[in-house]
């Protein structure tokens, strides 16, 4: 798998969007309720990136030490 930089990716980019537009509709108008989905907009993008980032990680993770202890079984076998 070839990983890129972070900036490139698309979930980046459509995750820094919606904060942005979140934390503009939370600040700018004078709606309270704009403010207050504004402000869970920003909250819900930001938290599934990094929960997401986190699964993804953590899978990858999983594959590499799978992968060295079947590379340490077959070379002592």
Request: hydrophobic share 40%; glycine share 12%.
């Amino acid at each position: 798998m070839v990983k890129k930089p972070t900036w490139k990716a698309t979930e980046f980019w459509v995750t820094l969007i919606g904060v942005l537009g979140g934390i503009i509709m939370s600040v700018l108008p004078e709606s309270p309720t704009a403010n207050i989905v504004g402000g869970l907009l920003a909250a819900i993008c930001g938290g599934s990136y990094t929960m997401g980032r986190s699964m993804v990680k953590s899978s990858e993770s999983k594959s590499e030490a799978i992968k060295a202890a079947v590379k340490k079984k077959s070379s002592k076998g």
